[in-house]
């Protein structure tokens, strides 16, 4: 049984038919925001994605190359790899399903199954989706279409291995009916319980005869087959624990805490895999969350309408850390979105390059100018109401953030986030501390000011971290802070009420530029005016306005 602290996050892992796009990003993004979260907060996080890759998709992928199977798969891998790397993924192990060890894991299991006599072989006549890889019944096909992917299907005849999976349907619709975070969203959970409590739940077959499909692992009791895909890629979750390093252990981080996935693998994973685990003996995970679907510019995305959104173009164009904010911030974990690189860029320039981006390059701006570049401790109130507001909002934000992590809402984090970022910013327009800085009688309450703004980034940086985590590093770098969010951080080196002065600021360039669109779609990326060579760094005005270089651009 896994440990009350430890926490394990996975991914599903991901067909190499194809280099990863916008979805794959998304479910390793959101994996990643978990696991560097709970890893800030002192849990003993194991997270894990991999590649899939048996089966009639790639072996398909691989054909069409021209190569053999695994040659396809050692081309792509790196891909994959070199693409979290750039985004910043954070997993602890990476998982290939032709892993020699993970091959023996599925066939001891596959063995423990049959000796069980758990699995049997019968003759199957059915309806097959070679795209899908799996069979249909009768009423499940409408006019020789796939149901799910609307693709013809063909009429196929043979002997097969089944796992005795309708026999768990009970107990699965006892265990989803008394735990309910067992499937999230809601929505999603009825779906599934809609489904078993309907219909019969079949058995599945868990086989593929090698003169259909030889890319695959062998069946350790008839070598004429190899095991069906979803039977080898699920094992994936607990075969990791056994073989890969940092050496974790099945004992400490199974049941896994939250299985990421897309709503189209639902069902594979609440019922073939909570069946399978029944019949091994072994725990149920305590969440699988299926989160929605991007469609790009209000169309779905495919490569024939050849608008597949490649990630490694976005942290090209926007950075690693806005490609991730926009993710998440865009929309609510669980619902569908749109993916459009206009919302992108006016989502850059609103949230980060006029909201903490500015925020940040204001604040040190003045506290270079008016407090010799070393953070002020606390003087007189300057705006009591708006400190106040200010003081309560920080204060309860890392409990308010906390729940939204239990329920994975990211976006509203990210907006209770910003609500603090539109606070202070408020609260600097109305003190006007270049006013206060020009009489020595205010300058307690320019302290006050000063040094608010600074406690207020301090706890910015530490609850963007999962989001954006070289942009939380460049934050508290700046503002001469040293945390080391990888590890461990006490919550009270950065909540509101720990006090915070006499540290030297350490201003650098602004953290995200403003994106100008040009007509056609394209963009530029200019400089901020405070950065502009040439131009006066002190303006003239210094004291009666804002200065340029302390205005939102
Ligand atoms: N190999 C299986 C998973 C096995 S897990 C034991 C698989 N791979 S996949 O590469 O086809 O898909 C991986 C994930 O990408 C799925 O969670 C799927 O939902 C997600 N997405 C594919 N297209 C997507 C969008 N357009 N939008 C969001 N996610 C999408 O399935």
Known sequence: MSTPDSFYITTPIYYVNDVPHIGHAYTTVAADVLARYWRLRGRDVFFLTGLDEHGQKVQQAAAKAGIVPQAHCDKLAPQFQTLWKRLHISNDAFIRTTDAPHKLIVQRYLEELYRKQLIYKDDYTGWYCTFDERFWTEKDVENGLCPDCKRPVERISEHNYFFKMGQHQDRLIDHIQQHPNFIRPESRRNEVLGFLTTQKLGDLSISRPKSRLSWGIELPFDTDYVTYVWFDALVNYVSALEYLSPTPSRDQYWPASVHLIGKDILTTHAVYWSTMLMALNLPLPETIFAHGWWTVDGE??????????????????????????????????????????????????????????????????????????????????????????????????????????????????????????????????????????????????????????????????????????????????????????????????????????????????????????????????????????????????????????????
């Open 300 to 553: 779905k995305m495919s490569k024939s309408r050849g608008n597949v959104v490649d990630p490694n173009k976005m942290v090209d164009e926007f950075g690693a850390d806005a490609f991730r904010y926009f993710l998440l911030r865009e929309v609510p974990f669980g619902q569908d979105g749109d993916f459009s690189q206009s919302s992108m860029v006016t989502n850059i320039n609103s949230d980060l390059a006029n909201g903490i981006g500015n925020l940040l390059s204001r604040t040190l701006t003045m506290i270079e100018r008016f407090a010799d570049s070393t953070i002020p401790a606390v003087g007189t109130p300057a705006l009591p109401e708006l400190e106040a507001l200010i003081a309560a909002t920080a204060t309860g934000l890392p409990e308010r953030i906390d729940q939204g992590y239990r329920a994975l809402a990211f976006r509203e984090n990210l907006q209770a986030i910003w609500e603090l970022i539109g606070l202070c910013d408020e609260y600097i327009d109305k003190a006007a501390p270049w006013q206060l800085a020009k009489n020595p009688e205010n300058h307690p309450r320019l302290n006050t000011v000063l040094n608010t703004a600074s406690r207020a980034l301090r706890l910015l940086s530490a609850l963007m971290y999962p989001y954006m985590p070289q942009t939380a590093a460049q934050l508290t770098r700046q503002l001469g802070l040293s945390f080391d969010f990888s590890k461990p951080v006490p919550q009270a080196a950065y909540s509101w009420e720990t006090p915070l002065a006499e540290t030297k600021i350490c201003k650098g360039p602004s953290l995200f530029p403003r994106i100008e669109s040009k007509p056609q779609g394209a963009k530029t990326v200019t400089t901020p005016i405070s950065l502009r060579p040439g131009l006066p760094q002190k303006p003239k005005h210094l004291g009666i306005t804002e200065p340029a270089s302390l205005r939102r651009s």
